[in-house]
Structures are given as C-alpha cells and as structure tokens.
C-alpha cells in the first residue's frame, strides 16, 4: 500500500515538473478586433460601399411619412378614387421600402461576415507566429474564465496586427 502511495506521489511530482516548463499563453479576441486597425478600415469600406444605399432607404420613408402625411391632411377634400388611389400607392410604396430594407440588411451582413472572415483570418495567423517565434505551447482565446497579465499575449497580437498592411 505505502508502495502504491509512493508511486502516486513520485508520478504527481514528475507531471508538475513537466507542466512547469509548459509556456502557455492567452488572448483576448474581442480586445484585439475593437482595437485592429484592419476593423476600422474595414468598417469604413462597408460605410463607404453601403452608404448610398442607405441614403436611398432613409429618402424612400420621408416619401412615405410624407404621402401619409397628405393623405391625413387632404383625404377630407379628396374624391373616393382619388384617395383609393393614394392609399393604394402608399402601401406599395411601404411594400417595396420594406424589401429594400430586408435586402440592404441581407447584403451588409454577408459583405460584414467576408471582411470579419478575412480580419479573423489575418488575427489567427498573427497568433500562431507569436505562439511560434515566442516557443508557446499553448494559447488560449475563447472560453477562457480568468488569466493573470503575465500569460496575455493580447498586447503582442494588436501591437503586430497593426504593424501588418491593411
């Protein structure tokens, strides 16, 4: 029995000996994509590329607010076909602004996931030569429920990913 303890004990030393000389590492993901420079230019290229579509949506609902606003206002003097009419062009008018407006959403959140995909890409590429050139043994990202400043290599991957071409 006290050979079996000893075994035990002799086995848990020498595993803590080899996991002290493990060099582990974490980094905070969401720190580091609010703070690459990549998100930024990313960002302005979709508010650049989508603009212009959005300025169409926000004049197609000041059409809308103010043909509702005539109908309200008018439809007392107005004659029967005159204000069927309206209404009519009204509810097309909501009908086709809502499509654009499902279509423009659909459209930005696909380019949003590409540019997200590609800046993920360059993120995961930046640890890896870290945990490389650094001689990590393991990195940690997601999931992780504390880590002490001394392992967070987070720093290291904005301080590279800005110094990389956007």
Not at 89 to 104: G, H, P, S, T, V
Not at 120 to 149: C, H, M, P, W
Not at 156 to 166: E, T
């Amino acid at each position: 029995m006290k050979m079996k303890i000893a075994l035990f004990l002799g086995l848990l030393l020498i595993t803590n000996v080899s996991f002290a000389e493990l060099k582990i590492g974490f980094v905070n993901i969401p720190a580091v994509l609010e703070k690459a420079p990549q998100a930024e230019k990313a960002k302005k290229r979709l508010e650049q590329e989508f603009s212009p579509r959005d300025k169409q949506l926000v004049a197609q609902q000041k059409e809308i607010q103010s043909m509702d606003e005539k109908m309200t206002r008018d439809a007392a003097v107005m004659g029967e076909s005159a204000r069927s009419n309206m209404e009519k062009d009204i509810l097309n008018k909501k009908r086709d602004a809502k499509r654009a407006q499902q279509e423009f959403s659909e459209d930005f959140n696909v380019r949003r996931n590409e540019e997200l995909g590609k800046l993920q890409s360059r993120i995961v590429e930046v640890i890896r030569d870290i945990a490389k050139t650094q001689n990590f043994d393991l990195l940690l990202t997601d999931g992780v429920i504390y880590a002490s400043e001394q392992i967070d290599v987070t720093a290291q991957v904005q301080q590279k990913l800005s110094a990389l071409p956007n």
